[in-house]
């Protein structure tokens, strides 16, 4: 019997899009997860969202305050388009209403204070993934079980009429 000489797949980096007015910490978020994921940044949130209609995005993280549109207003703002999409606001102000709007109208997933801590953020992120990958699938299933359950129903309906 041969021996399987298939070579194993390396999974692709998975994509996540990092949003802060200050291009210091658009270097540095690079910089430290680079070798982890596909990083893609935005000085604002019309350049983060321009980046989310041509690129497939799982994660979106971005800072509280920047001009023009908050990381709320930007995250509230890509719900409805981007529901699957995990949704993390980086904040280094402790503005408590700022966190209640991110929870209650950009529907996040974590927040994280400003200076953060990379092997946390990094579990963050892992996490994200996760729960992202866990509701994909979950939503195939669902799918699945529901084309099933239409199947059985002709089925059924063709065995009464016979």
């Not at 893609?40 to 949130?45: C, D, I, K, M």
């Not at 280094?92 to 927040?111: C, L, P, W």
């Not at 299933?141 to 002709?154: I, T």
Request: charged content about 30%; overall charge negative.
């Amino acid at each position: 019997m041969a021996e399987d000489s298939t070579i194993p797949v390396v999974p692709e980096k998975l994509p996540l899009l990092y949003v802060d007015d200050e291009p210091n910490n658009l270097r540095s978020f690079k910089a430290a997860f680079r070798r982890d994921f596909k990083i893609f940044t935005a000085e604002s949130g019309a350049e983060g969202r321009k980046i989310l209609d041509e690129h497939p995005i799982s994660i979106v993280l971005t800072d509280q305050r920047m001009p023009f549109m908050t990381g709320v207003e930007f995250l509230e703002s890509i719900v409805n388009e981007f529901p699957e999409t995990i949704r993390i606001l980086i904040t280094g102000f402790s503005d408590i209403q700022a966190v209640i709007d991110a929870i209650n109208k950009g529907k996040i997933y974590h927040y994280v204070q400003k200076p953060w801590d990379e092997t946390y953020l990094k579990n963050i992120i892992a996490n994200a993934f996760e729960t992202h990958r866990l509701r994909r699938e979950n939503k195939f299933m669902m799918e699945q079980l529901k084309l099933s359950n239409e199947q059985l129903e002709f089925l059924l309906r063709q065995e009464m009429l016979s």
